[in-house]
């Protein structure tokens, strides 16, 4: 149990165009969903904590309408990375957690890495 | 501020070898504590977790204890093996809503036969 699924796993697109990454829970609900980019062998880097059916929070210095967050359902939320540059190339995460428990585990999704040329 | 510490790597180990990744925690309210695991190339699996003071989370040999004396949550493992070289990160959930979550930096470990 616990799947988190992402979509596509990998993507190379143009500079100025823009890229969409699904985030899914498999089997199970989740009303909050998170963000992140990951730099070779760093840490995590949380972008924005997405909330089903309200606006994402972003975290500070992460631009609100270059990484564009869509919570639609309690199982898809969505990462659209605007008019992407090289400098945005990097493997995104994200994660779920099962609603309603609090203080529980996040669920990871495989991470899609992303390359802009 | 809140926070996770870990040890940095990378550490090397021989197969059969015991494990200790250090972690230790700065929390202002009462965290649950997770270690994930990391695979060359992929996303983070949650390997165990503790949410109350001396609880131990155990999963695929590794344990770990929650030590709230020490602030602690030290990763071991008695005897690793090839299959578990990869890049370990420990993590606090605070808050109400459990949203507040940081991760330490990661270990990278390299197991060798």
């Known amino acids: 149990g616990a799947v988190v699924s992402q979509h596509p796993s990998w993507v190379i697109c143009k500079s100025g165009t823009s890229v969409k990454i699904e985030c899914r829970s498999l089997?199970?609900?989740?009303?909050?969903m998170f963000w992140y980019r990951q730099f070779p062998k760093q840490s995590l880097m949380l972008m924005a904590t997405?909330?089903?059916?309200?606006?994402?929070?972003?975290e500070q210095g992460v631009e609100k309408d270059k990484f564009l967050i869509n919570h639609a359902s309690l199982t898809l939320s969505t990462l659209t990375v605007t008019s992407a540059h090289p400098e945005d190339s990097s493997f995104y995460i994200c994660?779920?957690?099962?609603?309603?428990?609090?203080?529980?585990?996040?669920?990871f999704g495989p991470g899609t890495r992303l390359t802009v040329l | 501020g809140d926070s996770v510490t870990q040890m940095e790597g990378p550490v090397t180990l021989s197969e059969e070898a015991f494990l200790t990744i250090n972690c230790t925690y700065t929390?202002?309210?009462?965290?649950?504590l997770f270690w994930y695991v990391q695979y060359p190339g992929e996303g983070l699996q949650l390997l165990l977790k503790?949410?109350?003071?001396?609880d131990k989370g155990s999963n695929k040999g590794f344990e770990a204890t929650y030590r709230k004396e020490t602030t602690s949550f030290h990763l071991e493992k008695g005897s690793v093996q090839v299959s578990d070289s990869a890049v370990y990160f420990c993590?606090?959930?605070?808050?109400?809503?459990?949203?507040?979550?940081?991760f330490g930096t990661g270990t990278s470990l390299t197991v060798i036969p």
């Open positions: 089997d199970f609900q989740a009303t909050t």
């Open positions: 929390a202002t309210g009462y965290p649950s």
């Open positions: 997405s909330n089903e059916g309200s606006k994402a929070t972003y």
């Open positions: 503790a949410t109350k003071a001396d």
């Open positions: 993590a606090l959930s605070l808050g109400n809503t459990g949203n507040q979550f940081y």
């Open positions: 994660s779920a957690r099962e609603a309603p428990r609090r203080q529980g585990p996040q669920y």
